[in-house]
């Protein structure tokens, strides 16, 4: 690689991988204060290394973000740690390597993978994964689970597969997964899962973008990287991963930018795939690996009124604004939802979704991007209350049921999207 005054990996970083030139798998673990749970990521790798690739030169690379309480050490005191012989593993003819780096670029997830795949790109590895830092639930599988698609089938994206619990990822489940399916035509169910594998010629490919000192490097790098490898036509897969146990909050605490980036992404990426997803009806199911053993993801605790309060004030201080851009038949439907007290809240899900089309066309008109997707936070807290509300009852595999049949919404409904796309003047 040729130098880079643009780099995400620091010059020291970059001269410490010339030593690892024999790499074939590179692991990275992007981080921000995880010192508590990085070194058990981290003995995860190592043995998952040693029982299924000890044949192969691996190099794992913490690309932190300015870290404060040590996460770095943590890193290195793990990478240090001989643990092979209590964990009955043969230790490997050539151990796990690695570094702890602090990235160069804008604080957030994606500048710390672009660190990770110029490392990849670097060693000229055959095969990268990456690994979120405050884990809880990894297994040495995982390691095998993100790789061995494309070490020995020929994929070019792994996605995760995690079994969770209900009220886990409403982000994902009520807009994410929904509307990546319904544009794309790919059933990927963790489109921001967070833990994910690629081939080298994705990884090239990503670090052809330009895109890494945007907001999308901020909190919206992974359904960027899901979208761009539906579209371009890598071959792509799941595995399951079991549980994921991590730092999850309440869905209706303060959801900080990354609502914003998520979803300003997805409806970014709308006007630069435009041609691809106006041609796609439907969606096909993606292959997943691993095997589907029964788990108990932890549960979370909703604070629904509290929610249903965020829904309402939003909805009052925002109605205004509402009225500039939302179609007559969406506003006068979220008036009667907004009127309903918490016990008899009903949000439908046809109204959502036409909520969701009336916002992604909008967005490619509005003069403050930002101003619109904050406007959508309320109106996300009110379904998502509907949905716990629907759903309280039921078991995990039975909600799953609910959230398909929101997908099959969205799909059925992509006709509305196309007239509101047309009406608000978004065609080329």
Known sequence: MPEDNHSALPREAREALKKFKDAEILIGIPSYNNAKTIGHVIEAVKIGHAKYYPGKRAVLVNSDGGSTDGTCEAALAALEEDIYETSLVAKPEHPILGLATQYVGIPGKGSAFKAVFEAAKLLDVKACAVFDSDLRSITPEWVQLLLAPVLEKGYGYVCPFYRRYKYDGTITNSIAYPLTRTLYGRRVRQPIGGDFGFSAKVVSRYLGKDVWNTDVARFGIDIWMTTTAMVEGFKICQSFMGAKIHDIKDPGADLGPMFEQVVGTIFHLMKEYEPRWKKVVGSRP???????????????????PRMVNKFKDGFDENRPYYEKFLSDDCLSKLIEVREMCTDTLDFPKVLWVK???????????????????????????????????ETESL?????EEVIERLC?????????LLQQWKEKGCEE
């Open 408 to 416: 099959e919404i969205y799909e059925d409904t992509k006709p509305y």
């Open 355 to 389: 909520t969701i089309y009336n916002y992604a066309a909008s967005y490619q008109q509005a003069d403050d991007k930002s101003r619109l997707i904050e406007s959508l936070i309320p109106l996300y807290f009110g379904f998502v209350a509907s949905l716990v509300k």
């Open 286 to 304: 993606t292959a997943i690996f691993g095997f589907q053993a029964e788990v108990s993801p932890s549960p979370i605790q909703v604070n629904l």
């Open 395 to 399: 078991d995990d595999y039975r909600a």
